[in-house]
């Protein structure tokens, strides 16, 4: 079903703001929240391994959705210099 919902101007902020900071859609956590108000919530079953891990707290969710780059973003390093190099880690391969 479709339908319109007109928000408050600070329910709308703190909507797009944990929309942003959990990378999962606007309409999901509306539809969440509706299920949960009627006691509609249905035990979820993870679809990836990703959602596996999450559920289990393993690791966390996204703070924010994907996005590619732009080349202005992008940082190039110099010559000589691999991404490799710039790990502080021992088990580089």
């Known amino acids: 079903m479709a ?3 007109r928000l408050r101007a600070d ?3 703190a909507l797009r703001d944990r929309a942003a900071d959990t990378g999962r859609s606007q309409q999901q956590l509306i539809r969440e929240a ?3 108000y009627l006691g509609l919530r249905l035990p979820t079953v993870p679809r990836t391994d990703a959602e596996a891990l999450i559920a289990d707290g393993q690791v966390l969710p996204p703070r924010s959705a994907f996005r590619e780059l ?3 973003e992008l940082t190039r ?3 000589g210099v691999r991404s490799e190099d710039l790990l502080d880690r021992d088990d580089r391969v």
Do not use: H, Y
């Open 3 to 5: 339908t319109n919902l």
């Open 11 to 13: 329910a709308e902020k």
């Open 34 to 36: 509706v299920d949960q």
């Open 70 to 72: 732009s080349d202005a």
């Open 77 to 79: 390093l110099p010559g």
